[in-house]
C-alpha cells in the first residue's frame, strides 16, 4: 500500500535551518510529484511547493520563497524539503503529500512537527 | 492569487444530521481542480472528493461534492460518528490553496 514516511520531531533555534524528510512505498516513485503542506497549531494548512519526480521540477510558495528548497533522491525513493532562516512563525507540522495526477492530493505523510524557539 | 473562503466556521450538527458545507472562491475555478480533505485532531488531511465531484478510494458515498464556476458543495448525507472532523476545500491550479476550514461539531 501507499505509505509516505516523514522524519522524526525537530526542535530549532530562529536562524538555523531544517531539513525533513518523506520517504515513499508501495507506488512507482517516479510517477507522482510530491507536495509540502504545513499547519500552525491551532491553524489551517498552508501550501509550501512541490517536485515533480520525473525531471525534478520545482514550484514554491511565494511567501516562502528563497527560504525553502525541495529535493529528491530516486535512488531512495525519498522526498527533502529544507527550510532555512527560521522564526518562531515556522512552528508548525509539516506535511508531506504525493499528488494524485488528478488535481489532488491523495496520500498524506504522518506530519512532522517543527519547533523554532529560543 | 485565489482565496478560497468556506463557510460556516463552524457546524454544530448530530448524528443523523445532513450537512451542507460551502466552499467560495475569488475567482472561477475549473471543475477539475475543486477537492475536499477532511482531518481529525492529530491527523493528517484525508483525500475525499477530487474534481468536484469524484469520490476518492475507499470514500462512502454519503459523501458528495458539487458546484461550478466560483461555488462549490460538500454534502454528507448522514453524519455518522466519525464524521465530526474539520473539512477543507483547496483547488489545484499550478499550486495548492487551502480554504480556510470547516469544523464539523456534534
Known amino acids: 500500500q501507499v505509505k509516505l514516511v516523514q522524519s522524526g520531531a525537530e526542535v530549532k533555534k530562529p536562524g538555523a535551518s531544517v531539513k525533513i524528510s518523506c520517504k515513499a512505498s508501495g507506488y512507482s516513485f517516479n510517477l507522482y510529484a510530491i507536495h509540502w503542506v504545513r499547519q500552525a497549531p491551532g491553524q489551517g494548512l498552508e501550501w509550501l511547493g512541490w517536485?515533480?519526480?520525473?525531471?525534478?521540477?520545482?514550484k514554491y510558495s511565494q511567501k516562502l520563497q528563497g527560504r525553502v528548497t525541495i529535493t529528491r533522491d530516486t535512488s531512495a525513493s525519498t522526498v527533502y524539503l529544507d527550510l532555512s532562516r527560521l522564526r518562531p512563525g515556522d512552528s508548525a507540522v509539516y506535511f508531506c503529500?504525493?499528488?494524485?495526477?488528478?488535481?489532488?492530493?491523495?496520500?498524506w505523510g504522518q506530519g512532522t512537527l517543527v519547533t523554532v524557539s529560543s | 492569487e485565489i482565496v478560497l473562503t468556506q463557510s460556516p466556521g463552524t457546524l454544530s450538527l448530530s448524528p443523523g444530521d445532513r450537512a451542507t458545507l460551502s466552499c467560495r472562491a475569488s475567482?472561477?475555478?475549473?471543475?477539475?481542480?475543486l477537492a475536499w480533505s477532511q482531518q481529525k485532531p492529530g491527523q493528517a488531511p484525508r483525500l475525499l472528493i477530487y474534481g468536484t465531484s469524484s469520490r476518492a478510494t475507499g470514500i462512502p458515498d454519503r459523501f458528495s461534492g458539487s458546484g461550478s464556476g466560483t461555488d462549490f458543495t460538500l454534502t454528507i448525507s448522514r453524519l455518522e460518528p466519525e464524521d465530526f472532523a474539520v473539512y477543507y476545500c483547496h483547488e489545484y491550479d499550478s499550486s495548492l490553496t487551502f480554504g480556510g476550514g470547516t469544523k464539523v461539531e456534534t
Open positions: 517536485i515533480s519526480m520525473g525531471n525534478g521540477d520545482t
Open positions: 503529500s504525493r499528488d494524485s495526477n488528478t488535481k489532488a492530493v491523495d496520500y
Open positions: 475567482r472561477n475555478v475549473a471543475s477539475p481542480y
